[in-house]
C-alpha cells in the first residue's frame, strides 16, 4: 500500500530505534523489494504472502518464507527490511480503511483510485523530509533467498527502486529518464483525476497518528522477527 519513499523513510526510522542495527543499505534493499510485483509478472500474492494484511506473526516468517535461521542470519539486513515492508503495507492499510469505514457518509466515493491518489500524494511528503544521503541499493544482496526474486524480477526491482529514489518528488519538472517521464505523468493523471476526493479524506486524516502507527507495527514486528532469529539455532 505504501509507496518507496514512505519504506525507505519507515527503514530508516526502524534501524534508528534498533538497539544493534543492520547494514542500512541491505535493509531498505529488503524493504523496497516486496514491490516487485509492481515492475515484473512475481503476483502480490506471492511477494507480499498475502494481499492486503500481515496474514501471520512475524515470529512465523522464517518458516513461510522457507529460509533458515542461519540463511537469516547471513543476510539479516535484506530479511528483516523485507518484513518491515510487509508490516509497514499492514498498518497503513489498516489506517487508511479504518478512517474509511469511519467516515463513510463523509467520504463516499473514496475509489481505490483515491488510495492511490493519497499514497502517491504522501509519499511525496516523505521525500521533502528524507536525507538519504549515501544510501546504495545497488550492490545490497539478499535477494538470492526469496526463489522469486531470481534472475530478471530482482534486476528489475533494482534498476527501477534506484531511479525512483533518485527523484525529487516533485512533478512539475520531466525527468530526463523514459521511465521516470512515464511515471511522473502518470502520478499527475492520478493526482489529478482524484484531487477533489483526496483533499477531502486529507481533511479527516490523522497523518501523525497514521505514521506514529505504522512506525510502531513496523519496529515491533522488525524486533520480534530479529529476537526468534537470533534466538533460535
Known amino acids: 500500500m505504501a509507496m518507496w519513499f514512505a519504506h525507505v523513510y519507515y527503514a530508516d526510522a526502524v534501524l534508528g530505534m534498533l538497539s544493534n542495527p543492520p547494514d542500512r543499505n541491505s535493509f531498505v534493499w529488503g524493504s523496497l523489494c516486496p514491490d516487485v510485483d509492481k515492475v515484473s509478472e512475481v503476483p502480490r500474492q506471492q511477494s507480499h504472502y498475502g494481499n492486503t494484511s500481515l496474514p501471520f506473526p512475524p515470529e512465523d516468517f522464517l518458516d513461510v518464507v522457507g529460509i533458515t535461521p542461519q540463511q537469516a542470519r547471513m543476510r539479516l539486513g535484506f530479511v528483516s527490511g523485507y518484513l518491515s515492508h510487509l508490516a509497514v503495507d499492514d498498518a497503513w492499510y489498516r489506517s487508511l480503511f479504518s478512517l474509511r469505514e469511519a467516515e463513510p457518509k463523509h467520504l463516499q466515493g473514496w475509489t481505490i483510485e483515491t488510495?492511490?491518489?493519497?499514497?502517491?500524494?504522501?509519499?511525496?511528503?516523505?521525500?521533502?523530509?528524507?536525507?538519504?544521503g549515501d544510501l546504495d541499493i545497488r550492490c545490497a544482496q539478499g535477494q538470492e533467498l526469496f526463489p522469486f526474486l531470481a534472475g530478471d524480477p530482482a534486476s528489475t526491482m533494482r534498476q527501477v527502486a534506484s531511479l525512483y529514489l533518485r527523484w525529487n518528488g516533485s512533478l512539475s519538472h520531466e525527468q530526463r529518464d523514459p521511465l521516470g517521464r512515464s511515471w511522473t505523468r502518470r502520478f499527475r493523471r492520478i493526482l489529478s483525476s482524484q484531487y477533489d476526493m483526496m483533499m477531502k479524506v486529507l481533511e479527516r486524516l490523522?497523518?501523525?497518528?497514521?505514521?506514529?502507527d505504522v512506525l510502531e507495527e513496523a519496529v515491533d514486528s522488525t524486533r520480534r522477527f530479529m529476537s526468534v532469529v537470533q534466538g533460535r539455532q
Do not use: K, N, Q, V
Not at 488510495?115 to 538519504?132: E, H, I, P, Q
Not at 490523522?206 to 506514529?212: K, M, W
Open 206 to 212: 490523522d497523518r501523525p497518528r497514521l505514521e506514529r
Open 115 to 132: 488510495t492511490r491518489a493519497l499514497t502517491l500524494y504522501l509519499d511525496m511528503g516523505f521525500r521533502s523530509r528524507m536525507d538519504l
